[in-house]
């Protein structure tokens, strides 16, 4: 690694990091029937299922804040998310793993209380802890968890299924969990400046309910299963909505047309986020942490899904020579960029 070749990560970002890392892998099993690039990998499993296994690592002071994020929400949070991209496959989640690295600055007590919200997911969705690893760190806390999951091979669904003219479906509503993050942030720096101020948080339950305590929507898989949809792509939620649409339209080679005034945004949020002096539509396509599902249908299904209270038609795949944009409410085009979250810059 000489000096003339250092590439900062900044300039490449984690989707392009993850490109460049991980390009020149080829898959050598039969029973890998997809690797890298969706929110699962998919497996083998018998001749009617798949496995699912995904995972994340999650880092004090990069993905969360123990100023305030209780343990047992901590510990719920870490197993959603997981879940989440195991259910954005269309699959049942059945196992986790966790594994930890711990400093000694946290007593057992405040373990046992990450613990107790693992299990409340794990008694929640009907999961199993299986195993996991410990050990020390330097001072943070890492948790990192795996989702194990089952699908049948005809119901699996990737990103890379969507095609021109599907209708694109957003479950929930978004920017939520980001107008939330906003608040606690808020009272943290007040906290900072006196700690004897007790933090304000009245009224703000419903946003700060979805950043600390987000749900993963197997609720949405069992409908559509239900109204037999099947979805055609669908990715969860995690990095804001613009990211997610640009992440169908790359897999699936398509192009997208998103609309401004059909997002769906709750009250609570938009108030929050004009207090904020942040437009509502902004924390919805770039905010992330939601965790509900962005999916696409055949125009067919259309009928099944109409008026369903969990489910908001926000736009359509295009060719991909019609780009990926987004119309704003003066019908102006603008293009999607994805601006959610880049640690590394
Ligand atoms: P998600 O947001 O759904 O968790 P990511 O964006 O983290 O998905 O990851 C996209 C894809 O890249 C996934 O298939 C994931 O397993 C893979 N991936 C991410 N980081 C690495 C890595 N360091 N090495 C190998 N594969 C990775
Ligand atoms: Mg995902």
């Not at 993963?216 to 409908?223: E, L, M, P």
Request: negative net charge.
């Amino acid at each position: 690694m000489s000096e003339q070749r250092r590439t900062e990560l900044g300039n490449l970002g984690e989707f392009g990091l993850i490109d460049k890392l991980t390009g020149a892998f080829v898959n050598r099993n039969a029973g890998t029937v997809k690797g890298i690039g969706d929110d699962a990998a998919v497996l083998y499993r018998d001749a009617e299922h798949y496995t699912l296994i995904s995972t994340d690592l999650l880092i004090e002071g990069v993905h969360f804040n123990l100023m305030y994020m209780p343990f047992k929400h901590l510990g719920y949070k870490s197993v959603v998310v997981n879940l989440s991209d195991i259910v954005a496959m269309n699959g049942t989640p059945e196992q986790i793993t966790v594994s930890l690295a711990v400093s000694n600055r946290f007593p057992v007590e405040a373990l046992e209380e990450l613990y107790d919200g693992i299990r409340l997911a794990c008694e929640h969705y009907g999961v199993d802890l299986i195993g996991g690893d410990t050990t020390s760190s330097g001072s943070g806390l890492l948790i990192s968890v795996t989702a194990i999951g089952v699908v049948k091979k005809d119901k699996v669904v990737y990103r890379s299924g969507a095609k021109p003219n599907d209708l694109i479906v957003v479950t929930g509503d978004l920017g939520g969990a980001y107008a939330g993050l906003q608040v606690l942030e808020r009272e943290k720096e007040v906290f900072r400046a006196n700690p004897d101020i007790q933090p304000d948080l009245d009224g703000f339950d419903y946003i700060i309910g979805r950043q600390l305590k987000p749900e993963a929507r197997k609720d949405v898989i069992d409908f559509l299963a239900e109204l037999d949809v099947l979805p055609t792509s669908m990715i969860d939620v995690s990095d804001g909505l613009a990211s997610e649409v640009l992440h169908l339209c790359k897999a699936s080679g398509t192009g997208a047309m998103i609309y401004n005034a059909k997002l769906p945004i709750d009250t609570n949020t938009s108030t929050t986020a004009i207090d904020f002096n942040l437009d509502p539509v902004t924390c919805a396509l770039n905010g992330g942490e939601d965790y509900e599902l962005l999916f696409t249908v055949d125009q067919q299904d259309f009928d099944k899904i109409k008026g369903n209270p969990h489910m908001t038609v926000i736009g359509y795949m295009t060719t991909p020579e019609q780009g990926k944009y987004l119309v704003d409410s003066n019908d102006s085009l603008i293009e999607l960029k994805a601006q959610g979250w880049n640690h590394f810059s």
